[in-house]
């Protein structure tokens, strides 16, 4: 049971995983900073003239005193964008065109559909069945059943 955890460990996915979510993590934090220290402040000021109001309303129901800050709401959004347009730009885009070469430089296993996949493994599983040579787009047929071999001639 540890000789599979290890292995599971040491596999190249979790590290890389691990360090996505570290990387993540830590560019999380500088968007927030940019965020709140640049953004949020602008935000604010657009609110009224009191920094700590923002964009909001405050709720005053008996002692205590609530107030809706929607200059937080539209940071976090802010944030949001921010990531995303990263992890899009520098993450998938450039994985996309990488992969597009690829199919480009004739790279078979990217260039071929699931359909020619799936004929190929056809035609070798009726090559190791007969022992001998199956052409692409033979259909070959099923042990225990005949496949008519020519005009009027059956093959059991």
Known sequence: MLKGFKDFLMRGNVIDLAVAVVIGAAFSAIVKAFTDSIIQPLINSLGSTNQAEG??????SGKANTFVDFGTLITAAIN???IAAVVYFVIVLPFEKIKALSAKKGDDAAALTEAELLTEIRDLLATQQTGGSATSGSTAAPTGATAVDGPGRHEA
């Open 55 to 60: 964009l909001g309303f405050l709720i005053r």
């Open 80 to 82: 949001f964008v921010i």
